[in-house]
């Protein structure tokens, strides 16, 4: 059975199975992992001087950070997903995956997934992509929002991850809304207002 075939039959069978596949996707061997340049910029990182943080205003992307992590697949290929993450407010905004391509379709996979980026993606440790994808997970749901549904397929990738991290999330410590070109962000200031409280979060949205 195909692997994402699998992960999609047992998100509906229930929690339980679900657990069990994602253990053993992750006993698979680590194929690459990497993120987009300035995935750090506004975050405050401790304890780890061998993450290679990468600040710089005009590569990252509103605070936004892709992540792609291939794992070794049956019959020489490899699994890909990838994560868009919002490591200032929303946490995962969009999941793909699990891909099943060989190592020549892995190169143009990571090449289109980080087309949209200025500069090269940086290859990474896994406990880094996990921190910023989990992390940026828990930090949203603390902000009462929930990942994207398609991130249950994905999630098993990663590995398992408690916290709290090595990562502050929001920019420079505080949460901020970036409002994209098809949201309607009335709902999330409102429920930032909720949850934090008004003047304890900032947002940008476009004038009209």
Not at 110 to 119: E, K, L, T
């Amino acid at each position: 059975v195909p692997e994402a075939s699998v992960f999609h039959t047992v998100h509906d069978l229930g929690g339980k199975i679900i657990a069990t596949e994602l253990v053993a996707t992750t006993k698979r061997a680590l194929a690459g992992c990497w993120i987009s340049p300035g995935w750090s910029t506004g975050l405050t990182v401790c304890g780890h001087p061998d993450w290679l943080l990468h600040e710089d205003p005009a590569a990252g992307i509103d605070g936004l950070a892709a992540v792609l992590v291939a794992r070794k697949h049956r019959h020489g290929k490899v699994s890909v997903c990838g994560y868009l993450a919002d490591l200032y407010c929303l946490g995962v905004k969009n999941a793909l995956g699990p891909e099943i391509v060989d190592d020549l379709g892995l190169r143009g996979f990571v090449r289109d997934f980080f087309s949209g980026y200025d500069g090269d993606p940086v290859e990474v440790p896994i406990e880094l992509a996990r921190e910023v994808v989990l992390g940026s997970v828990g930090y949203a749901r603390t902000l009462g929002f929930d990942p994207h549904p398609d991130f249950a397929a994905a999630e098993g990738h990663l590995g398992p991850w408690t916290g709290p991290g090595a990562i502050t999330f929001g920019k420079d410590g505080k949460p901020l809304y970036i409002s994209g070109p098809y949201d309607d962000p009335r709902p999330v200031i409102r429920t930032l207002e909720c949850t934090v409280g008004r003047g304890n979060f900032e947002y940008l949205v476009a004038a009209g």
